[in-house]
């Protein structure tokens, strides 16, 4: 019999929705799969928690609560990041078990943990952790392809995991890369070896993820990752209710029923229409996949971010050089973290027109051993270049460096953080949880919203009102509007009863030029001497660290700019005084602008 894992809550919605999709709309589906009999639901992850508190505002905790209500029955799963947590820098042993502890008495039974290097040392710390607060632990294989990847390597870092504790296996193939004979000689080899129970998580972006998990079925595995119809396939998982279908009569029968199912798929296919705005534009088979290796989610964040710079033309260069970059970098499976980071320093060498003009922080680390053994070693030029006279790379265990971090997190979070959950939050993600509990706490919380800007507009138009004109007054009523071409919209309007069409240049276009112009009015001067410090990347100016008048040397931290959910750290260009400081924090900056001036 086979289990599945129904992950539409979680991966399904990440994948297709940018993880956008807020408790209410997901709470109705929970309460009816908990009612099928499903091994287990994934509900939470990496991408759940940081996205409750940058664009939901929701408290991701009270997320796992809700859900916890409503799923008596059936155990709830998430995905852990190792070592990462839900963030993307190696945190401390503290921070983790923590993380733990918390997530585990609000009742998170299965810990899917995995490493993005597959570095079985970055996952040993919270495996400890869940064992000790009485939890599931399961390992996960990241699955990639690339000429040091084998089914003997994936075998022996398997059998490391059983050895340090996993009660049980997944193969994790995050991009969708495993095909159906892949995934059958996998399974086998992998079951032969093992004996603990294997679950096969794969995406549909390439369009063979169903085959795969009907060879892996064949080949042994015991649980399959899927997704509800209504949030399935494209750069998802492949549907639930098919293959219980498939399997239905056969010695692999679920015995799972498909109507309630179906139930659910009606509410989540009515909710899903809410969240069009995120809808990623690659989500039908995609085979690019097979040589950029991007994670379905990662694909359409990456949309987003290029959209943001104004480069979303650039897209397919990117696509391209990220196999290089990952080849650079010993050919590291791409899940997040090391998705971003390698996307990032993908998208920099193309828009910079040369590569590693510009190294971001994280890639530095990834160079200095930071984040754990690459599969294979970096590129010996790009090492040279990143590591300081007699600097060596890393050989210990990253988080072996790292001094407890909760205590100090306790203490800068003790005016606006509440609770441990709190605490919690802030020590892993820093400014952007202390933004949302500032704003809990003041009551000003402000989702970001859902519909599109021209929508808003729309809404936000006045329908009827009356105008006066030399003394005479006119009623003016706003019938409807047509569609918009060559900047120009016609609106139907009635002034005293009589119909008359006239045409304006369209509302979002005029708002556009607002903005625009109030942008001009901040802008930043552009970098024309050696004492002007700049960003690496266009993005967020999340923090300023110095003020005027402050000492600083070459190559200390100035400011931090957040891009592509990374932070990277804005250097001094040389040893001196802050003299002047243009940029304020939140600002939005180029790459080319001066943040401020030392001298
Ligand atoms: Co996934």
């Known amino acids: 019999m086979i289990k599945i894992t129904e992950n539409s809550l979680r991966d399904g919605h990440q994948s297709l929705l940018a993880t956008r999709m807020r408790t209410e709309d997901l709470i109705e589906a929970a309460k009816i799969f908990d009612s099928i009999g499903f091994h287990s639901l994934e509900v939470w992850g990496g991408a759940t928690y940081d996205t409750c508190l940058r664009y939901l505002k929701e408290d991701p905790f009270e997320r796992l609560n809700e859900f916890k209500k409503v799923c008596v029955k059936t155990p709830l799963q998430m995905l852990l990041r190792g070592q990462n947590l839900i963030g993307y820098r190696h945190y401390a042993d503290d921070v983790v078990e923590e993380f733990v502890r918390l997530s585990a008495e609000a009742g998170m039974d299965i810990f899917r943990i995995f490493d993005a290097f597959n570095d079985a040392r970055n996952l040993k710390k919270a495996i400890e952790s869940v064992k000790k607060y009485g939890k599931h632990a399961q390992g ?34 995050m991009a969708g890369l495993l095909t159906p004979f892949a995934a059958y000689e996998l399974v086998k080899a992998l079951k032969a070896e093992i004996n603990v129970s294997l679950s096969l998580h794969t995406h549909s972006t390439a369009g063979f993820a169903f085959g795969a998990h009907l060879k892996a ?107 290089n970059v990952r080849a650079d970098f010993g050919y590291v499976p791409l899940v997040t973290p090391s998705s971003q980071i390698v996307g990032t320093q993908a998208v920099l060498n193309v828009l910079m027109g040369e590569r590693y003009k510009t190294i971001t922080t994280e890639t ?38 790292l001094k407890p971090e909760l205590q100090k997190a306790k203490e800068e979070s003790k005016a606006f953080a509440k609770s441990p959950q709190d605490v919690l939050s802030y020590a892993i993600f820093g400014s952007i949880a202390e933004t949302f509990l500032q704003e809990r706490n003041s009551n000003t919380l402000s989702p970001e919203p859902l519909e599109s800007f021209e929508e808003r507009c729309d809404d936000k138009l006045p329908k009827e009102f009356e105008i006066v004109v030399n003394g005479e007054h006119y009623a003016i009523k706003v019938e409807g509007s047509g569609e918009k071409t060559d900047e120009v919209r016609p609106f139907f309007i009635r002034v005293d009863g009589e119909l008359k069409e006239v045409f ?21 001067p552009q970098v024309t001497v050696p004492g002007h410090a700049k960003s690496p990347m266009p993005g967020t100016l999340t923090k300023i660290k110095v003020k005027v008048g402050d000492k600083v040397n070459q190559g200390d931290t100035l400011a931090i700019v957040e891009a592509m959910k990374m932070e990277n750290e804005v250097l001094s260009p040389i040893d001196g005084v802050v003299k002047e400081i243009y940029a304020a924090q939140g600002m939005q900056i180029g790459s080319d602008v001066a943040i401020m001036l030392l001298g």
Not at 158 to 169: F, N, Q, R, W, Y
Not at 506 to 519: A, V
Request: some cysteine.
């Open 364 to 401: 530095r680390n990834v160079i200095r051993g930071l984040y754990g053994r690459t599969p294979a070693p970096l590129n010996q030029a790009l090492v040279e270049k990143v590591l300081n006279e007699g600097e060596e790379m890393l050989s210990v265990r990253p988080a072996d460096l």
């Open 504 to 524: 304006v240049e369209s509302i979002d276009k005029s708002l556009e030029g607002k903005i625009q112009k109030e942008q001009k009015a901040g802008a930043l």
């Open 217 to 323: 079925v064949e080949a042994g595995v015991d649980v399959l990752d899927l997704a509800n119809s209504a949030l399935s396939e494209g750069t998802s998982h492949p549907c639930t209710q098919s293959m219980v279908a498939t399997l239905k009569d056969t010695q692999w029968d679920s015995k799972l029923d498909i109507v309630p199912m179906e139930e659910a798929a009606d509410i989540l296919r009515k909710n899903r229409r809410k969240y069009k705005k995120f809808e990623s534009q690659y989500n039908q088979i995609d085979t690019r996949v097979l040589v950029s290796q991007i994670p379905g989610g990662m694909i359409s964040n990456m949309a987003n971010q290029l959209k943001e710079q104004n480069a979303l033309d650039r897209m397919d260069e990117v696509m391209r050089e990220i196999p």
């Open 140 to 173: 996960a294989i990241c699955y990639t392809t690339s000429p040091v990847h084998s089914i003997a390597r994936f075998v022996s870092y398997a059998k490391e995991l059983v050895s340090i504790g996993c009660d049980s296996l997944a193969i994790k193939d």
